[in-house]
């Protein structure tokens, strides 16, 4: 099969209706459960393009843009957009929509990376060939978000290992600052 036919292939939808049950303590629908509806989504977008079972190896972001109320249809729209040597990025997009106003918001926005395993080992998917405009964007931008992960979390590592080398004195400066970024960038800090 072609790699563009896998990549449309990929594409899931999901559409659930939150119920009382589904609700957090103020109300409005409990986080978890989306990130359960979203896992899942990611699941089905990335079996389908590799042909084998995956797993979760990370969810890279979720934004939650708006509350989801109990009583609204919830659409999860997942697809492919960018792809290893066994892993794969799923991007999800979230919709809310009141069934009676026929309103309809993003609520949420959630990358997640899948790897394609078989005999518990992970195993080489498909070549990822963007055809389209959006697909050759979506690709790139992923690689991006891709190669960033690990400077970024060797700048983390280093900032935190700064900090928990600092004194009580150091420590009370930082509570204060405006930026820590700034504050712990500053000469002599």
Known sequence: MSSVNLIEKSRTVMSVIMQPGD???????FGGKLLSLIDLCAYQ?????????????SFDQVDFLE?????????????VTFVGRSS??????????NLLSGDRRRTNIARVTMVAIRDGKPVP????????????RDFVIGRLRREQRPIAAAEREAL???????DDEA??????????????????S
């Open 23 to 29: 609700a957090n303590f103020l109300g409005k629908v």
């Open 125 to 136: 998917v498909p070549k990822f060939v963007p055809a389209t405009e959006a697909e050759k």
């Open 45 to 57: 977008s990335a079996a389908r393009y590799s042909g084998e079972a995956c797993v979760t190896a």
């Open 171 to 188: 420590l009370d400066a930082l509570l204060t600052a405006k930026s820590l970024l700034a504050a712990l960038s500053a000469p002599g």
């Open 88 to 97: 794969m990025e799923i991007t999800i997009e979230v919709d809310a929509e």
């Open 160 to 166: 935190a290992n700064r900090v928990a080398g600092m």
């Open 67 to 79: 509350p989801i109320e109990v009583g609204e249809v919830v659409t999860l729209q997942g697809r």
